[in-house]
């Protein structure tokens, strides 16, 4: 157990390596300094011209946001009318039929929102056209727009006092052209020579050590595997996800793969801190995360690594670990490591059946997206964030009898208003979806399953009710992940969690981007002796105290209906 103990520390510690001159690159390609990427500029020269984007075009908040909005709109009609007609159109070797429209409508907002959450198995529900042509493309421009959004945010933080966000278009189309774009080829080059699938064949049928024949399905899996990570996405290529080996060939795609989908949102609180010329306060805001991180991280590894103390008592013995739904090639700490990365930035992705996890680890793990701003997604994560600090800020102000105040601007009723009812919605849309499946469950199955009686939950009790949970939190928090002992192929999973996905990710974009725009259009008060210092130790505190006492509130008691139950009647 110690090697992988090890493994997991040299993952973590490379990570941050690489998120620090990563932050850097970030922060100057949006400064608009001379970067290796400047080979770049004809290509969005002849993307601004074609569209008729004037790149120099300010944008006050409502403008920006209106660009955003609009265009993940058109996205979203493109997607849907693609998976309806997917089996008529080239590209299928394998004759995958069509996406049923309550489908469609779940994956075409799922993969524009940046979950990806997959209520299709990905070697059968799509086909090597939509696969490229519809989930890889959203799996790009969805990572830009919430980086886009972020770096919106801080050029309202950036200046004294200023009504300009920056240019939605601008900021987008570089996201893509010199980060995502670039960072993915080399993925994907990596990928590939270590056995991940590039070609445009149909299934190849083998024979196995037993004598058996199978058809395995294949197909050019490396780049969209390469984005799926980097852009904190999370969809597989095949229904596995990266417990599947040729989506996960070895060690070292593993580690490849749990590092870049991490070092994103890692960097963009350095980026920040390079951006907003506050590095002090970029370093405690990263402390902050990574504190609330292990904090999620330990107990998993332990209870993992442990094992099922039911299966103790018994005598058997347990050297390996709690090995059930987990791949051999990486056993019990490197899968519990995934499993929190992948839900604290709200990834998805997966190296083994969360559905498997002892009940503290999936406690851990529901944390994770219930908080959804330890590091978080690409951009989202620190926009989440920021929605706390505001919180923290009034209070804190409230406690020594001052007006809040952040970075020089006062902050009011509105701000505040504007906060907690992104904060509330979590609450709401998790809570209210799983009290309405619970609902169904009990007193209307034929209703909610509409299809055979029992199929819905394969899990009675504690941890059925936390498949409920764990299904509607991961759509809140756009992760993508699930218990899959949850029968969720049908109209109502489909329906129910299409709304959450699209009112969570926009929601949570649009209060944080508002109340920046406010802040920033005040008249700037410079800091004096009174001044709340928001680059203290101090006050990172009371922001983690803050996101403690909130989700506590928030979400205990339906966590003891669940994975808590669960784990004290072990």
């Known amino acids: ?71 993940n709109l058109l996205w979203f009609v493109y997607a849907f009318m693609m998976l309806l007609f997917q089996d008529k159109l080239p590209l299928n070797p394998d004759g995958n039929p069509a996406q049923t429209p309550d489908l469609a409508f779940n994956t075409a907002i799922s993969f524009l929102v940046n979950c990806d959450l997959q209520h299709y198995s990905g070697e059968t529900g799509v086909t090597y056209l939509t696969q490229l042509l519809v989930i890889t493309f959203l799996q790009f421009v969805s990572a830009a727009t919430g980086i886009a959004a972020l770096v919106g945010l801080l050029n309202g933080l950036r200046e004294k006092t200023t009504a300009n966000l920056g240019n939605f278009w601008s900021i987008f189309t570089k996201t893509i052209t010199r980060i995502l774009l670039p960072l993915s080829f080399i993925i994907a080059i990596l990928l590939a020579f270590h056995g991940t699938p590039v070609s445009f064949e149909g299934k190849d049928t083998i024979t196995t050590l037993q004598g058996d024949t199978v058809q395995v399905s294949r197909g050019p899996a490396a780049g969209m595997i390469a984005i799926k990570h980097l852009g904190t996405n999370g969809g597989g290529w095949f229904g596995a996800n990266s417990a599947h080996p040729l989506e996960n060939p070895d060690y070292f795609t593993n580690m490849l793969e749990v590092i870049v989908q991490v070092v994103i949102p890692v960097a963009m609180i350095f980026a920040m801190g390079f951006y ?108 989440n964030y920021y929605i706390y600090i505001i919180i923290a800020v009034f209070i804190s102000g409230l406690m020594v009898g001052r007006t809040p105040e952040f970075m020089g601007h006062k902050v009011e009723a509105r701000e505040v208003k504007i ?22 469950v009990a007193h209307h199955p034929e209703i909610a399953w509409n299809v055979k009686p029992g199929s819905w939950l394969n899990n009675p009790g504690y941890h059925g009710f936390s498949e409920m949970l764990y299904e509607y939190t991961s759509a809140n928090a756009n992760n993508g992940s699930g218990f899959e002992g949850l029968g969720d192929g049908n109209v109502f999973w489909n329906v129910t969690t299409g709304f959450v996905l699209i009112l969570a990710r926009f929601i949570p974009i649009i209060g944080p981007l508002a109340i920046a725009g406010l802040l920033a259009n005040k008249k700037f008060i410079p800091e004096s002796g009174g001044t709340l210092r928001t680059d203290s130790v101090t006050f990172g505190v009371m922001t983690f105290a803050v996101i403690i006492i909130i989700n506590a509130l928030s979400f205990f008691p339906a966590l003891t209906l669940g994975p808590l139950a669960e784990y004290f009647s072990m």
């Not at 004809?42 to 660009?67: H, Q, S, T, V």
């Not at 992705?349 to 498997?356: I, L, Y």
């Open 276 to 383: 907003i010329r506050r590095k002090k306060f970029a370093y405690v805001i990263f402390g902050i995360m990574t504190i609330g991180m292990l904090c999620l991280l330990i107990p998993t590894i332990v209870t993992e690594i442990h094992g099922n103390p039911a299966i103790a008592r018994m005598g058997i013995a347990q050297s390996t670990g709690a090995m059930e739904g987990k791949e051999v090639r990486f056993g019990p700490a490197a899968s519990g490591y995934w499993s929190i990365l992948t839900t604290v930035i709200s990834t998805g992705s997966v190296n083994s059946m969360h559905d498997s996890s002892m009940p503290l680890s999936g406690l851990m793990q529901l944390l994770g997206m219930m908080i959804n701003a330890f590091y978080g997604g690409c951009g989202v994560g620190l926009l």
């Open 419 to 440: 906060a907690a009812m992104v904060t509330l919605l979590s609450t709401f849309l998790v809570k209210a979806g799983v009290a309405l499946a619970a609902y169904f």
């Open 1 to 71: 157990m110690n090697t992988e103990i090890t493994g997991v520390v040299i993952t973590f510690l490379i990570t941050i390596l690489l998120a620090l001159p990563l932050g850097k690159y970030i922060a100057r390609v949006f400064q608009g300094e001379r970067t290796i990427t400047d080979f770049m500029n004809p290509l969005e020269r002849f993307i601004y011209r074609f569209c008729g984007i004037d790149p120099n075009r300010k944008m006050n908040w409502k403008e920006f946001l209106k660009a955003m909005l609009t265009i």
